[in-house]
């Protein structure tokens, strides 16, 4: 038994790496709140207004609001789609240094830091344009009180689906090219 679990512990050892990465870049929003909010809630707030054809309004505390005839957008910190910027980043370290050799992995690597910022970028732009729609919807439909579970759930699916597809494509084409 014991046997068993060291195999399944080295087998997942680089897992466990990356995801701790995920962590580290996650406790880096507690030190760096407003720069983080700035470098991923104003693109993606921009690509929302943008849809709607508005503009986006600087308020109290430095906080976005894309104001709309019916209603207004409130991108609060929570929205900055930060969370999922770490994880798609571990899960992309993770498989790139697990098909390419050493040498051409961290050179991906810096190259694919700036691919998971856009992929946040658009694909939190595109769970703001959602949570508003189908907030529109369910608030006829649904009681206020699951409203905010709505809202989670829009980027529970969004942000899923987006890590799933990656993933597919990445398994797609790098599914034989296995080097560990």
């Known amino acids: 038994m014991k046997a068993y679990v060291m195999e399944i512990l080295r087998k997942n050892t ?10 580290a870049l996650y406790q880096l929003q507690a030190y760096f709140p407003e ?4 470098i ?3 693109p993606s707030a921009w690509m929302a207004s943008f849809f709607f054809g508005s503009s986006f309004v600087l308020g109290q505390d430095n906080m976005l609001f894309i104001p ?9 910190s929570g929205c900055t789609g930060y969370g999922f910027f770490c994880i798609l980043t571990a899960i992309y370290l993770h498989k790139i240094f697990k098909v390419f050799p050493r040498g051409k992995s961290f050179r991906l690597a810096l190259l694919g830091l700036p691919f998971c910022y856009f992929v946040t970028v658009i694909t939190n732009g595109f769970r703001i344009i959602c949570a508003y729609r189908i907030h529109s ?6 009681p206020a009180d699951y409203q905010s579970m709505v809202h989670h759930a829009v980027g529970i699916v969004v942000f899923l689906s987006t890590i799933l597809l990656l993933s597919f494509l990445f398994e797609r084409k ?3 090219e296995r080097i560990l």
């Open 14 to 23: 680089g897992t466990f790496v990356f995801m701790g990465i995920a962590v």
């Open 35 to 38: 720069q983080l909010y700035k």
């Open 40 to 42: 991923f809630a104003y």
């Open 68 to 76: 709309l005839s019916s209603n207004v957008i409130n991108i609060t």
């Open 137 to 142: 919807i369910c608030k006829v439909i649904l």
């Open 174 to 176: 790098y599914g034989n």
